[in-house]
């Protein structure tokens, strides 16, 4: 079916249902970022690939609402889709809210699957539209009327993770939360998202791409601990081992009737993390406290286990990757590599490193003009063949059992130019000075990012995505609370945080650049002023120099660089052939 | 009466009405920053001055919130008080609240006086009390009963002010108003803030010290605006003015019931600059939409006429400042100066300028220890008497008709040290950091923040206060909605703001910096990434370049400080005498 007959079928659905609106969000009943096939409602119904976006329906308009990142991928993708792009002010926020209190009068009807939306979406939907009369239904799932053939819900099986992997206990991540639930005055605590749920459990699965994380539901009362997972996920073995850590094993699907029939005083919700759903099925009598799942913040937190595992799968991730770029730049010549093949042969080495699981996102291998779409990712259509001229921008990841790792490096295939050389120094100094940050003890990420962002802004340049983003420990690459952007986000940098430092720069048609690095935040110390911070960069590639236009640099940049990339040789030599570790040497020289 | 003995009557009184706990803010019906006599209550009660804090009294324990730039004061004012200091960790926030929910059980009584209290500070409250079981009744006045002769509310006489004075008639800022109440489907609005008053009606007063406001409340409604203000204030003359602009007079008193007996559907009122008392008179069936009043937002952004007096007001500023540190420089060594002789001097200096009206603030003129209390205000027992060694630190303003001024310079008396040095050379390249800011529009104050606290953070050092707070023209020399400090408050920086930059460091028991300069904020124009802006400088003061470190400079902070004193010297030398002028020349050599 086309995209623009699947529209005619929501629309007739819609007509029968006498719904005015229909909100389509990225997300599922766990609120994830990358989601399982079945909850692919946006690419079923739109052809739109990006990670975040909403589609609003109404008779007469049908919208793609979306951020800076996408506006490029999203205008090819949406052609003759039936949906407009509607360009997003604020990443995230809901402003088809506000589109559809202009068009709508009293008494229409909006309606969404509340299996979809978090609670803050489903909220800040009802905040806009119910005061003026809009009735606000979430409990609609219009898609599976209409899609045919609707992926079923992934039976991958799930493992546990031992503590030498982990550092802690399942038993004693459970205790913690618990106390932290006591000081709450909380009695309850149900946790959807899937990465909290990996933490506090120490298990991990396949069910969503990318995301070792298995699908299931955890509900915490002070005599029961409960996890809904479909049965045949886990060994008898592993059952028994949870039933040992005093949790209880159900079916995933009765993980609803668990919370419709809820006998609890106060239960904590997370709004950003459980959907509407859930929340709405509460039974009456039970207070929600709404607050960010204790998981949340512990998980970001790395342990010394954790943070030990990581340092050493950056080791292999830096193997690979000084293998791939060496690859990259003896045969880029031949003409017979293509951005395809190229991200294909990056996942084979690093495959080949122990304890390698997954890749931990789709590559995002961008060739000139690609690389200006910072969520790129090449299809057989788009797919460039690679010749010896212009920026290649590599932006990737591993899973290992040991740690999950991201990283962005641009390479110059050959013919570099003096506006080349330009940006890539700026988003570089824009990448040593966060990394450079020393900070007091209490910053939050908006300030770092403001660091990272002022030399770049200071040359009337800025980049339309956040600097950098919390990474899990063999979990989601994406995990919050922390987050490191221009949003007014009141969450402080603490001691075993990992974040990616990541600046860009974006010249649409031409060519993209970005720099990222994962780094660790750790104390320094107490002084006179209190106790400062600091990052230690995990990532261990060297970055490249043959771009760079060196009088654009003040010495203290010039230091870290050189620094950066004599420790990234002396890190990696000892695991290298010595015609791959001449190459780097080469490759790792002081300017 | 002993500060014991009133705390001891107060909890007398607590006792005769069953009060568990008192709270007592510091603010007035008007939420102001800076109190009228009659609301003076900290001081009146515990001896402590500061223009923030709260008391919380139980009959165990009795004590003082406050935020770190008052930590030394307090300490000093509170001793044999009664009150214990208890340090806020967060400035602004309600802690106490947490501190009472930890003392208290269910059934017991808080209470406060709801003219003391803004709607924020009174829900703050509530929400973290009342799911307690803590009763929170916010209609006790208990400091009438044992305040003797409480002063009565001030009976200065206001005046209006020209367009060409404001650049914008009373009837057209009304009308811009009604146009955003409309588009938030609002039909009334109530404005207790006197800044937001005197900003929307053009009057000043002299009803607050330092602030040229006049205590009042303007209700708009459809069909008519009603100012409550005192009647003798105002002349015949005045009062047909505000006739003519469509604004009804009535008593000051009859504001309460004005609002008692609103007939309206929505209400707007200011969360922040609304008092509980008011906001809890509004009837039941109007509906209260808490937002920004939209005149602060609107007076935050100076237009063209305001901003052109702004200019002229910083040169006469700027000549009295240098007539001063001119006399100082020459006087000091007769040890005859002290910190009250010398703020008198600079406020006979400033009133010799056509135009004034007062100072701004009371003037901070700290000498060695006293330069690290913040806010610092001499009083005969701590009045030090000058010498010819250390570091004094100045910070003042003035309230011009055409505009308001506020400024901070620290000059060293003699025997400059290597610490002195450092620190205030740290100190100025956070100022020059923050002033050369260039940044997308949409960028808010925590970014700005960020940038200036960057060059002093990497020195591990750092200052306790906001980097900067926005000012009025000819109106509060604090005023909101923007500010420049670490909290993550969404409030874009717009063209036409005129904010301070101050960054600062401070060593309790030696001396204390900080350099103050304001900047207007403008647009640059579009690039290729979008809009961007940066700063005007609007102070004209040379700064010391005796204390520079020059080693710790880099090229771009010589050159803006070379730049800023010759432009200082340009403005300023037709407007001084000979000897003046060939003074400031030295002054403001290149380094």
Known sequence: MK?????????????????DAYIIPSSDPHISEYLPKRFKCIEWASGFTGSAGTLVITQ????LWTDSRYFVQANEQL???????????????????????????????????????????????????????????????LLSKVWENRPALPEEKAYLLDEHTTGQSTASKIETIKSQLAEQRVDSHFISSLDDLAWVLNIRGNDVNCNPVVLGFLLIKPNQNTLFISPGKLTDEDIHRLTESDIHVEPYENAIHAIKQLEAKRILLDPKRTCFAFY??????????????????????????????????????GVALTKFFKWLEENVSHGNLNEISIAKYLEELRSASEGFVNISFDTIAGYLEHGALPHYKATEESNSTLSSTGLLLVDSGGQYMDGTTDITRVVSLGNITAAEKEDYTIVLKGLIEGSLAIFPKGTCGYQIDAITRRPIWSTFRNYGHGTGHGVGFFLNVHEGPHVFNASPIDITIEEGMITSIEPGLYREGQYGIRIENLVHSKSIGNTAFGEFMDFETLTVCYISTDLIEKSLLDDVHKKWLNQYNAWVYEQLAPLLSDSESIWLKLKTASI
């Open 60 to 63: 007469e308009f049908a919208g």
């Open 3 to 19: 995209y623009i007959e699947k529209l005619a079928s929501i629309r007739q659905q819609m007509a029968e249902n006498r719904i």
């Open 280 to 317: 709405d099925a509460v039974p009456e009598q039970v207070e929600i406290v709404q607050a960010l799942n204790p998981s949340t913040t512990l998980k970001a937190v790395k342990n010394k286990v954790e943070l030990a595992h990581t340092r050493n799968a950056m080791l292999k991730d």
């Open 79 to 141: 052609a003759d889709s039936g949906y407009e792009l509607v360009k997003l002010q604020v990443q995230g926020a809901s402003e088809y809210a506000i589109w559809l209190s202009k068009k709508l009068t009293s008494g229409e009807v909006v309606a969404f699957d509340g299996n979809l939306a978090s609670v803050a979406v489903a909220k800040s939907v009802q905040d806009v539209l119910i005061p003026l009369g809009i009735v606000v239904d979430g409990h609609v799932d």
